[in-house]
């Protein structure tokens, strides 16, 4: 119980907060080396006692390794640019089946989001049945659904089961890591990669495909009629690489600081990929508070509150923060109030602040005679509002709203709060928008591009938080591993 309400908690990323984020976020990311996962392991072996590629999840240690990449490539090899969970997934499935696997990242180590998601407990995937899981990505069903199919909630648990991480259901449902953290099966997973023979190149960011006109003196591989030829900025300056076929795995475009900044966009773009603009997801809105409501309750939680709009009603818990709201409530509802404001210029969701007392109460109570006693403390001793609730209540109604108790009991039960702006996509949990699923084919392949894959986040889908995230982006990541691994198999 106490877990699950952590990891809750835990997802309510709170913009007065971010401040103190940026502290824990350099931390933890410091906290991975980026050694390197050799090549030579057995194929299929488990993790051997090679060194942890990453140092202890409290630690920073130097993070300057980089595997030296041939320049002139390999067309042996299958290329995944991007070491975020999809991308490693997808190293899994192809190293896992025989294939040399490069991967490669633009920052000094892999996994950076995925370890800030632990921060929050690392909810890796949801217990709920398979058609409720489903029906989580709206829209975008028909094409993730084939994915849960082949690396579902079940097979979640028993991969991580599989690197010793065991999990456990929270009261919510979800599904946690006992321990709430990414790192130990990061640490884990990198070891089983290395085993496979997975070789990690750090600091590579990928900058596209080599033309015939590449930059002068940038060595170009021939990389055979279906080989694909790779440009990426490296310590040692810009290298062309050749592979044979390659994954993308590149992100969305929130928390640009851990690597994912969406700047592959007009890389794709320019290829003629058909792409939906990435717009923020699980994301915070803005309201606009008064200076009284801001300076004085921005960061108090609104717990215990239902939330209604667009004709769904939840429970849950929000915050009210310097711009707006944030939290897992307002997350849950982020598409369609996003949807609203893109289309109307704003949206007004209802707060029902007392959802476990029926109107009646409410109104018996607001409406009973309060003699020299001020409103706000007639609230408190009948209601138990107080504090951000009845400012909040201020903030709509006004004094003379305040003074009505009709009016105010009605609010009590349904507060409109005005939203104008979904929060910038970089604070947002996760992306929508990305490659259009009309660009791929069933296997995740671009059908402009044969042999570039494409998994996780940087396909168009959205989903709420819960564990549907991480599950999609595992999921799609050995979807992808196994196609090309069909396609591009070993020769
Ligand atoms: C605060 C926070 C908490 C979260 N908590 C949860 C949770 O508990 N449960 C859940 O399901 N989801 C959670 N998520 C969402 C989840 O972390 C992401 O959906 C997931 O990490 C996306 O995986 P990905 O592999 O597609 O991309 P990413 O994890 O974003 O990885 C993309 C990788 O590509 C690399 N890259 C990008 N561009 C280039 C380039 N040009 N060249 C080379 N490399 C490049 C990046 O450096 C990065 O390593 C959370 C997100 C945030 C921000």
Not at 303 to 322: D, H, N, P, Q, Y
Not at 369 to 391: D, E, W
Not at 478 to 484: E, K, L
Request: charged residues 20%.
């Amino acid at each position: 119980m106490r877990r699950d309400r952590l990891g809750k908690a835990a997802l309510t990323i709170q913009t007065e907060k971010r401040a103190k984020a940026g502290q824990w976020v350099r931390a933890i990311v410091g906290a991975m080396t980026s050694s390197p996962i050799r090549p030579g392991a057995p194929s299929g072996a488990v993790a051997s006692p090679a060194p942890d590629s990453m140092a202890p999840s409290d630690s920073v240690a130097p993070a300057d390794s980089v595997t030296p990449a041939g320049t002139t490539g390999s067309t042996n090899s299958v290329a995944v640019v991007g070491g975020g969970p999809a991308g490693l997934m997808a190293a899994e499935a192809l190293a896992g089946a025989g294939l040399a696997v490069d991967l490669y990242d633009a920052m000094p180590s892999v996994g950076r989001k995925f370890l800030l998601a632990g921060k929050g407990g690392l909810n890796l995937t949801h217990s709920e049945d398979f058609d409720a899981f489903a029906a989580r990505f709206g829209a975008a069903r028909a094409r993730v659904e084939p994915w849960l199919h082949a690396f579902g909630p079940d097979e979640v648990r028993a991969w991580a089961a599989g690197l010793g991480i065991e999990t456990f259901i929270g009261s919510s449902g979800r599904v946690f890591p006992v321990e709430k953290k990414a790192a130990p099966l990061l640490r884990a997973w990198l070891r089983r990669l290395r085993a496979l023979g997975v070789r990690l190149h750090a600091r590579h960011r990928w900058l596209g495909w080599a033309a015939h006109a590449a930059a002068p003196g940038v060595p170009i591989a021939d990389a055979g009629p279906t080989g694909q030829v790779l440009r990426f900025d490296t310590p040692d300056g810009e290298r062309a690489i050749a592979h044979r076929a390659v994954i993308l795995a590149l992100g969305g475009g929130s928390w640009a600081r851990l690597g994912s900044d969406g700047a592959w966009v007009p890389l794709l773009a320019e290829r003629g990929v058909a792409l939906a603009p990435l717009r923020p997801a699980n994301c915070g809105f803005e309201a606009r508070w008064s200076e009284h409501l801001r300076a004085q309750h921005a960061g108090a939680p609104l717990k215990s509150i239902a939330l209604s709009f667009a004709g769904r009603s939840r429970r849950g818990e929000c915050v009210v923060s310097e711009h707006g709201l944030e939290g897992s409530l307002v997350y849950a509802y982020s598409a369609a109030l996003r949807d609203a404001i893109d289309r109307d210029g704003r949206a007004v969701p209802t707060l029902d602040l007392l959802p476990d007392h029926n109107a009646e109460r409410v109104r018996a109570e607001v409406t009973r005679p309060r003699g020299a006693r001020s409103v706000a403390s007639h609230l408190r001793s009948r209601l138990g509002l107080q504090g951000v609730k009845t400012a909040l209540l201020r903030e709509v109604l006004g004094a003379e709203g305040m003074h009505d108790p009709e009016r105010l009991a009605a609010a009590i039960k349904a507060l409109p709060i005005t939203l104008v702006a979904a929060r910038p996509l970089d604070e947002a949990i996760s992306s929508a928008g990305g490659v259009a699923f009309d660009a791929l084919d069933d296997a995740l392949m671009l059908k402009a591009l044969p042999g570039v894959f494409c998994a996780g986040e940087m396909l168009d889908w959205e989903a709420p938080t819960g564990g549907y995230l991480l599950t999609a982006c595992l999921a799609s990541g050995v979807v992808a591993g196994r196609a090309c691994t069909q396609r591009f198999g070993p020769r």
